[in-house]
Protein backbone atom coordinates (compact mmCIF):
# COMPACT_ATOMS: atom_id res chain seq x y z
CA UNK A 1 0.00 0.00 0.00
CA UNK A 2 1.42 3.68 -0.92
CA UNK A 3 2.45 5.85 2.35
CA UNK A 4 0.83 8.88 2.42
CA UNK A 5 3.23 11.50 2.35
CA UNK A 6 2.55 15.18 4.19
CA UNK A 7 0.93 18.16 1.53
CA UNK A 8 4.38 20.21 0.27
CA UNK A 9 4.80 23.37 1.79
CA UNK A 10 3.67 22.00 5.38
CA UNK A 11 5.85 20.96 7.54
CA UNK A 12 6.20 18.11 10.81
CA UNK A 13 7.73 19.48 13.59
CA UNK A 14 10.23 16.82 15.72
CA UNK A 15 12.00 17.92 18.85
CA UNK A 16 14.61 20.11 18.72
CA UNK A 17 12.42 21.95 15.86
CA UNK A 18 9.50 21.91 18.85
CA UNK A 19 11.25 23.06 21.43
CA UNK A 20 12.03 25.83 19.55
CA UNK A 21 8.68 27.00 19.27
CA UNK A 22 7.64 26.41 22.45
CA UNK A 23 10.58 28.62 23.28
CA UNK A 24 9.26 31.20 21.29
CA UNK A 25 5.75 31.16 22.39
CA UNK A 26 6.79 30.94 26.04
CA UNK A 27 8.92 33.88 25.88
CA UNK A 28 6.36 35.85 24.08
CA UNK A 29 3.51 35.02 27.36
CA UNK A 30 6.18 36.09 29.50
CA UNK A 31 7.24 39.19 27.81
CA UNK A 32 3.97 40.56 26.38
CA UNK A 33 2.42 39.93 29.50
CA UNK A 34 4.13 42.58 31.22
CA UNK A 35 3.08 45.09 28.45
CA UNK A 36 -0.71 44.34 29.80
CA UNK A 37 -1.32 42.09 26.96
CA UNK A 38 -3.53 38.99 27.42
CA UNK A 39 -4.06 35.83 25.12
CA UNK A 40 -6.63 35.75 22.57
CA UNK A 41 -6.98 32.40 20.41
CA UNK A 42 -9.27 32.64 17.59
CA UNK A 43 -10.81 30.19 15.03
CA UNK A 44 -8.28 29.52 11.84
CA UNK A 45 -11.09 29.36 9.32
CA UNK A 46 -13.01 32.38 8.32
CA UNK A 47 -15.56 33.83 6.15
CA UNK A 48 -13.72 34.85 2.90
CA UNK A 49 -15.04 38.68 3.20
CA UNK A 50 -13.41 38.76 6.25
CA UNK A 51 -10.33 38.78 4.57
CA UNK A 52 -11.72 40.24 1.38
CA UNK A 53 -12.48 43.41 3.18
CA UNK A 54 -9.59 43.77 5.31
CA UNK A 55 -6.73 42.77 3.41
CA UNK A 56 -7.92 44.38 0.26
CA UNK A 57 -9.41 42.84 -2.90
CA UNK A 58 -6.63 43.55 -5.21
CA UNK A 59 -3.40 42.50 -2.87
CA UNK A 60 -1.49 39.62 -3.38
CA UNK A 61 -2.52 37.63 -0.89
CA UNK A 62 -6.33 37.71 -1.90
CA UNK A 63 -5.64 37.61 -5.50
CA UNK A 64 -3.21 34.48 -5.27
CA UNK A 65 -2.45 33.39 -1.93
CA UNK A 66 -5.21 32.43 0.08
CA UNK A 67 -6.65 29.00 0.54
CA UNK A 68 -10.50 29.51 -0.04
CA UNK A 69 -13.16 26.61 -0.45
CA UNK A 70 -16.86 26.27 -0.49
CA UNK A 71 -18.61 24.55 2.71
CA UNK A 72 -21.36 21.96 1.99
CA UNK A 73 -23.59 24.68 1.92
CA UNK A 74 -22.04 26.71 -0.23
CA UNK A 75 -20.68 29.53 1.64
CA UNK A 76 -17.40 30.57 0.61
CA UNK A 77 -14.30 30.00 3.27
CA UNK A 78 -11.09 30.92 4.02
CA UNK A 79 -7.86 29.27 5.62
CA UNK A 80 -6.67 32.65 7.45
CA UNK A 81 -3.97 34.10 5.76
CA UNK A 82 -3.00 36.34 8.94
CA UNK A 83 -4.69 36.83 11.88
CA UNK A 84 -5.34 40.84 12.54
CA UNK A 85 -8.68 40.48 10.31
CA UNK A 86 -9.62 37.18 12.99
CA UNK A 87 -8.85 38.87 16.32
CA UNK A 88 -10.69 42.50 14.80
CA UNK A 89 -13.86 40.03 13.72
CA UNK A 90 -13.61 38.33 17.60
CA UNK A 91 -13.28 41.61 19.34
CA UNK A 92 -16.31 43.22 17.15
CA UNK A 93 -18.31 40.05 17.55
CA UNK A 94 -18.12 40.41 21.37
CA UNK A 95 -18.84 44.00 21.93
CA UNK A 96 -15.24 44.48 23.03
CA UNK A 97 -14.11 47.00 20.80
CA UNK A 98 -15.98 49.68 22.37
CA UNK A 99 -14.38 49.15 25.85
CA UNK A 100 -10.93 50.87 26.14
CA UNK A 101 -8.25 50.06 24.74
CA UNK A 102 -7.83 46.51 24.24
CA UNK A 103 -4.56 44.57 24.48
CA UNK A 104 -4.32 40.85 22.86
CA UNK A 105 -1.52 38.23 22.13
CA UNK A 106 -2.09 35.23 20.09
CA UNK A 107 -0.36 32.94 18.02
CA UNK A 108 -1.19 29.83 15.94
CA UNK A 109 -0.81 28.25 12.05
CA UNK A 110 -1.57 30.91 8.77
CA UNK A 111 -1.69 29.49 5.46
CA UNK A 112 -0.57 31.06 2.26
CA UNK A 113 -0.70 28.99 -1.48
CA UNK A 114 3.27 30.35 -2.41
CA UNK A 115 6.64 28.48 -3.53
CA UNK A 116 8.15 26.67 -0.58
CA UNK A 117 11.41 28.09 0.57
CA UNK A 118 13.61 28.46 3.53
CA UNK A 119 11.71 30.56 5.97
CA UNK A 120 8.41 30.69 4.17
CA UNK A 121 5.91 27.59 4.07
CA UNK A 122 2.12 27.04 3.06
CA UNK A 123 1.62 26.26 6.44
CA UNK A 124 3.39 28.53 8.71
CA UNK A 125 3.37 29.97 12.50
CA UNK A 126 3.04 33.57 13.35
CA UNK A 127 2.94 35.70 16.75
CA UNK A 128 0.44 38.24 16.52
CA UNK A 129 0.06 40.97 18.75
CA UNK A 130 -3.17 44.09 18.92
CA UNK A 131 -3.60 47.22 20.64
CA UNK A 132 -7.38 48.56 19.77
CA UNK A 133 -8.70 51.80 21.18
CA UNK A 134 -6.07 54.20 21.04
CA UNK A 135 -4.67 56.78 18.65
CA UNK A 136 -1.76 57.75 20.15
CA UNK A 137 1.86 58.00 18.43
CA UNK A 138 3.28 56.69 22.03
CA UNK A 139 1.50 53.43 21.74
CA UNK A 140 3.11 52.51 18.48
CA UNK A 141 6.77 53.33 20.01
CA UNK A 142 6.07 51.49 22.98
CA UNK A 143 4.81 48.29 21.08
CA UNK A 144 7.48 48.46 18.81
CA UNK A 145 9.86 48.76 21.88
CA UNK A 146 8.27 45.68 22.83
CA UNK A 147 8.70 43.74 19.96
CA UNK A 148 12.22 44.82 20.33
CA UNK A 149 12.54 43.42 24.37
CA UNK A 150 10.65 40.17 23.08
CA UNK A 151 13.47 39.43 20.59
CA UNK A 152 15.99 40.27 23.05
CA UNK A 153 14.44 37.65 25.12
CA UNK A 154 15.04 35.15 22.21
CA UNK A 155 18.78 36.01 21.77
CA UNK A 156 18.25 37.74 18.34
CA UNK A 157 19.99 41.23 18.41
CA UNK A 158 21.28 41.21 15.11
CA UNK A 159 18.61 43.19 13.63
CA UNK A 160 17.46 45.88 11.90
CA UNK A 161 14.07 48.13 12.35
CA UNK A 162 12.88 49.57 8.72
CA UNK A 163 10.60 52.28 9.64
CA UNK A 164 8.21 54.32 7.69
CA UNK A 165 4.64 56.08 7.83
CA UNK A 166 1.88 55.86 5.21
CA UNK A 167 -0.13 58.60 5.85
CA UNK A 168 -3.81 58.39 6.30
CA UNK A 169 -7.29 58.73 4.40
CA UNK A 170 -6.69 62.16 3.65
CA UNK A 171 -3.11 62.82 2.95
CA UNK A 172 -2.25 59.48 1.09
CA UNK A 173 -4.48 60.46 -2.11
CA UNK A 174 -2.70 63.05 -3.16
CA UNK A 175 0.32 60.58 -2.61
CA UNK A 176 -0.99 57.93 -4.77
CA UNK A 177 -1.75 60.68 -7.57
CA UNK A 178 2.13 61.30 -7.48
CA UNK A 179 2.82 57.46 -8.20
CA UNK A 180 0.69 56.95 -10.57
CA UNK A 181 1.71 60.07 -12.63
CA UNK A 182 5.20 58.86 -12.32
CA UNK A 183 4.69 55.22 -12.92
CA UNK A 184 2.24 56.07 -15.80
CA UNK A 185 4.88 55.91 -18.35
CA UNK A 186 6.37 52.90 -16.69
CA UNK A 187 6.07 49.45 -19.51
CA UNK A 188 6.99 46.23 -19.14
CA UNK A 189 10.81 46.43 -19.73
CA UNK A 190 10.94 48.40 -16.94
CA UNK A 191 8.57 46.95 -14.53
CA UNK A 192 7.68 43.15 -13.76
CA UNK A 193 4.33 41.33 -14.68
CA UNK A 194 3.24 41.90 -11.43
CA UNK A 195 4.16 45.38 -10.93
CA UNK A 196 2.41 46.44 -14.32
CA UNK A 197 -0.57 45.01 -12.94
CA UNK A 198 -0.16 46.82 -9.75
CA UNK A 199 0.75 50.38 -10.84
CA UNK A 200 -3.17 49.97 -12.48
CA UNK A 201 -4.59 48.61 -9.34
CA UNK A 202 -2.50 49.02 -6.29
CA UNK A 203 0.49 51.22 -6.82
CA UNK A 204 1.31 51.49 -3.64
CA UNK A 205 2.58 47.63 -3.76
CA UNK A 206 4.95 48.91 -6.38
CA UNK A 207 7.51 50.09 -4.11
CA UNK A 208 7.32 47.18 -2.28
CA UNK A 209 8.68 45.20 -4.75
CA UNK A 210 11.71 42.96 -4.57
CA UNK A 211 12.54 42.34 -8.29
CA UNK A 212 15.31 44.18 -8.85
CA UNK A 213 14.74 45.95 -12.43
CA UNK A 214 12.06 47.03 -10.60
CA UNK A 215 13.75 48.64 -7.66
CA UNK A 216 16.02 50.16 -10.31
CA UNK A 217 13.15 52.06 -12.20
CA UNK A 218 11.08 53.20 -9.06
CA UNK A 219 14.45 54.37 -7.26
CA UNK A 220 13.77 58.12 -7.81
CA UNK A 221 9.64 57.46 -7.05
CA UNK A 222 7.95 60.43 -5.16
CA UNK A 223 8.49 59.75 -1.26
CA UNK A 224 5.39 59.22 1.06
CA UNK A 225 6.78 60.83 4.07
CA UNK A 226 7.05 64.42 1.61
CA UNK A 227 2.93 64.37 1.37
CA UNK A 228 2.51 63.83 5.30
CA UNK A 229 -0.44 66.29 6.35
CA UNK A 230 0.32 67.89 9.44
CA UNK A 231 -1.02 65.64 11.74
CA UNK A 232 0.46 62.62 10.35
CA UNK A 233 3.91 64.41 10.35
CA UNK A 234 3.67 65.25 14.02
CA UNK A 235 2.53 61.61 14.69
CA UNK A 236 5.27 59.95 12.97
CA UNK A 237 7.70 63.24 14.97
CA UNK A 238 6.31 61.75 17.96
CA UNK A 239 6.89 57.92 17.43
CA UNK A 240 10.41 58.25 16.43
CA UNK A 241 10.83 60.85 19.13
CA UNK A 242 10.29 58.29 21.43
CA UNK A 243 12.12 55.89 19.88
CA UNK A 244 15.26 58.04 19.94
CA UNK A 245 14.81 59.08 23.84
CA UNK A 246 14.78 54.95 24.51
CA UNK A 247 17.32 54.10 22.48
CA UNK A 248 16.12 51.86 19.98
CA UNK A 249 17.43 52.43 16.70
CA UNK A 250 15.74 52.22 13.30
CA UNK A 251 15.93 53.37 9.68
CA UNK A 252 13.80 55.45 7.93
CA UNK A 253 12.75 53.15 4.76
CA UNK A 254 9.98 55.59 2.81
CA UNK A 255 9.67 52.27 0.15
CA UNK A 256 8.07 50.12 3.34
CA UNK A 257 4.06 49.68 2.45
CA UNK A 258 3.97 45.97 4.23
CA UNK A 259 1.75 44.04 2.13
CA UNK A 260 -1.85 44.42 3.65
CA UNK A 261 -4.29 47.57 2.90
CA UNK A 262 -4.91 48.66 5.85
CA UNK A 263 -1.90 49.88 7.23
CA UNK A 264 -2.02 53.82 7.96
CA UNK A 265 0.97 56.28 9.72
CA UNK A 266 3.12 54.23 11.24
CA UNK A 267 4.34 50.92 9.79
CA UNK A 268 7.55 48.49 10.40
CA UNK A 269 9.86 45.73 9.35
CA UNK A 270 12.23 44.17 11.75
CA UNK A 271 14.86 42.83 9.31
CA UNK A 272 17.66 39.97 9.56
CA UNK A 273 20.61 39.36 7.33
CA UNK A 274 21.38 35.98 8.47
CA UNK A 275 18.87 33.90 6.95
CA UNK A 276 18.85 34.67 3.13
CA UNK A 277 16.17 36.30 0.73
CA UNK A 278 13.22 36.48 3.04
CA UNK A 279 14.62 38.77 5.64
CA UNK A 280 11.67 39.96 6.90
CA UNK A 281 10.57 38.54 10.57
CA UNK A 282 8.57 40.98 11.99
CA UNK A 283 6.22 43.54 10.96
CA UNK A 284 3.41 45.37 11.06
CA UNK A 285 1.90 49.01 11.91
CA UNK A 286 -1.21 51.10 12.65
CA UNK A 287 -4.64 50.41 11.53
CA UNK A 288 -7.25 53.36 12.01
CA UNK A 289 -10.48 52.57 10.15
CA UNK A 290 -9.67 48.54 9.78
CA UNK A 291 -12.44 47.75 12.92
CA UNK A 292 -15.18 50.06 11.00
CA UNK A 293 -14.52 48.21 7.11
CA UNK A 294 -15.49 45.21 9.46
CA UNK A 295 -18.82 46.26 10.87
CA UNK A 296 -17.76 47.80 13.92
CA UNK A 297 -17.59 51.43 15.63
CA UNK A 298 -14.59 53.88 13.87
CA UNK A 299 -11.88 52.90 16.77
CA UNK A 300 -8.05 52.88 16.14
CA UNK A 301 -5.33 50.08 16.49
CA UNK A 302 -1.85 49.39 15.94
CA UNK A 303 0.24 45.76 15.88
CA UNK A 304 2.60 43.22 14.48
CA UNK A 305 3.20 39.72 13.27
CA UNK A 306 6.20 37.29 14.26
CA UNK A 307 6.77 34.83 11.87
CA UNK A 308 8.04 31.81 13.82
CA UNK A 309 9.73 29.78 11.30
CA UNK A 310 12.06 32.69 10.40
CA UNK A 311 12.83 33.68 14.10
CA UNK A 312 13.36 29.36 14.57
CA UNK A 313 15.89 29.93 11.50
CA UNK A 314 17.63 32.40 14.05
CA UNK A 315 17.63 30.59 17.33
CA UNK A 316 20.67 27.94 16.56
CA UNK A 317 20.47 25.99 19.74
CA UNK A 318 18.46 23.27 21.37
CA UNK A 319 16.18 24.03 23.37
CA UNK A 320 14.60 20.58 24.22
CA UNK A 321 13.94 20.02 28.13
CA UNK A 322 16.38 17.19 29.71
CA UNK A 323 14.82 15.13 32.62
CA UNK A 324 16.15 15.30 35.72
CA UNK A 325 16.35 11.82 35.77
CA UNK A 326 16.21 8.01 34.63
CA UNK A 327 15.67 5.39 36.16
CA UNK A 328 17.15 2.14 36.22
CA UNK A 329 15.94 -0.80 37.77
CA UNK A 330 18.17 -4.16 37.75
CA UNK A 331 15.77 -6.62 39.29
CA UNK A 332 12.50 -7.00 37.53
CA UNK A 333 10.83 -7.94 40.49
CA UNK A 334 11.34 -4.03 41.35
CA UNK A 335 9.55 -3.00 37.92
CA UNK A 336 6.37 -2.16 39.24
CA UNK A 337 8.18 -0.67 42.48
CA UNK A 338 10.17 1.65 40.66
CA UNK A 339 7.02 2.75 38.22
CA UNK A 340 6.08 3.63 41.29
CA UNK A 341 8.68 6.21 42.79
CA UNK A 342 9.48 7.77 39.70
CA UNK A 343 5.50 8.89 39.89
CA UNK A 344 6.07 10.19 43.44
CA UNK A 345 8.44 11.93 42.46
CA UNK A 346 6.95 13.72 38.62
CA UNK A 347 4.17 14.64 41.18
CA UNK A 348 6.63 16.36 43.42
CA UNK A 349 7.84 18.44 41.00
CA UNK A 350 10.82 16.50 38.49
CA UNK A 351 10.31 15.58 34.93
CA UNK A 352 11.76 11.78 34.57
CA UNK A 353 11.36 9.01 32.56
CA UNK A 354 11.54 4.82 34.11
CA UNK A 355 11.76 1.41 32.51
CA UNK A 356 8.75 -1.07 31.24
CA UNK A 357 10.49 -3.84 30.96
CA UNK A 358 13.70 -6.19 32.36
CA UNK A 359 17.20 -4.66 30.02
CA UNK A 360 20.89 -4.86 31.03
CA UNK A 361 22.71 -2.78 32.98
CA UNK A 362 24.22 -1.71 29.67
CA UNK A 363 21.53 -0.81 27.81
CA UNK A 364 19.58 1.15 30.62
CA UNK A 365 23.05 3.11 31.26
CA UNK A 366 23.58 3.71 27.42
CA UNK A 367 19.27 4.89 27.56
CA UNK A 368 19.75 7.22 30.59
CA UNK A 369 23.04 8.71 28.75
CA UNK A 370 21.31 9.29 25.54
CA UNK A 371 18.04 10.86 27.47
CA UNK A 372 20.12 13.69 28.68
CA UNK A 373 19.08 13.41 32.76
CA UNK A 374 21.26 15.29 35.11
CA UNK A 375 20.67 12.40 37.63
CA UNK A 376 20.62 8.32 36.73
CA UNK A 377 18.47 6.53 39.57
CA UNK A 378 19.56 2.86 40.08
CA UNK A 379 17.40 0.37 41.92
CA UNK A 380 19.35 -3.48 42.44
CA UNK A 381 17.84 -5.93 44.38
CA UNK A 382 19.72 -4.89 47.77
CA UNK A 383 18.44 -1.33 47.11
CA UNK A 384 14.89 -2.61 46.57
CA UNK A 385 15.16 -4.40 49.98
CA UNK A 386 16.91 -1.53 51.92
CA UNK A 387 14.29 1.09 50.79
CA UNK A 388 17.31 3.34 49.01
CA UNK A 389 18.73 4.04 44.96
CA UNK A 390 21.86 4.65 43.62
CA UNK A 391 21.74 8.18 42.50
CA UNK A 392 24.92 9.07 39.66
CA UNK A 393 25.48 12.72 38.86
CA UNK A 394 25.47 12.19 35.07
CA UNK A 395 27.22 15.29 34.85
CA UNK A 396 29.48 16.34 37.70
CA UNK A 397 30.11 12.32 38.14
CA UNK A 398 30.11 10.53 41.36
CA UNK A 399 27.29 8.59 43.26
CA UNK A 400 25.05 8.44 46.30
CA UNK A 401 22.95 6.09 47.89
CA UNK A 402 20.10 7.51 49.08
CA UNK A 403 16.80 6.85 50.76
CA UNK A 404 13.63 6.62 48.76
CA UNK A 405 11.98 8.99 50.80
CA UNK A 406 14.36 11.45 50.99
CA UNK A 407 14.86 11.46 47.22
CA UNK A 408 12.82 14.31 46.38
CA UNK A 409 14.66 16.59 48.75
CA UNK A 410 17.71 15.31 47.85
CA UNK A 411 16.85 15.65 43.59
CA UNK A 412 16.33 19.45 44.80
CA UNK A 413 19.08 20.39 46.42
CA UNK A 414 21.54 19.05 43.86
CA UNK A 415 19.77 20.98 41.52
CA UNK A 416 19.38 24.18 43.60
CA UNK A 417 23.44 23.90 44.04
CA UNK A 418 23.85 23.86 40.38
CA UNK A 419 22.08 26.69 39.38
CA UNK A 420 24.37 28.76 41.57
CA UNK A 421 27.31 27.30 39.69
Not at 180 to 185: S, T
Not at 271 to 290: E, K, P
Amino acid sequence: MEKIQKIKGFADLFPPDSGVFSFIEQTARDVFSRYGYRELRVPVLERTELFARSIGEETDVVQKEMYTFPDRKGRSLTLRPEATAGVMRALIEDKRTGEGLQKYFAYGPMFRYERPQKGRMRQFHQIDVEAVGSPDALLDAEILLMLDHYLRALGLDNLSIDLNSLGCRQCRPVFLDALREFLRGMHKEQLCEDCMRRKLTNPLRVLDCKVPQCREFTADAPKITDHLCPECAAHFDVVKGALDAAGLRYVLNPRLVRGLDYYVRTTFEIVSGDIGAQSSVAGGGRYDGLVASLGGPDVPGVGFACGMERLALLINRDLSAAPDFFLTVLDAAGLSHGLQLAQELRRAGFSGEAPFAAKSVKSQMRAADKSGARFCLVLGTEELAAGTAVVKDMRAGGQETVGQDMLAAFLRARLEEAKGE
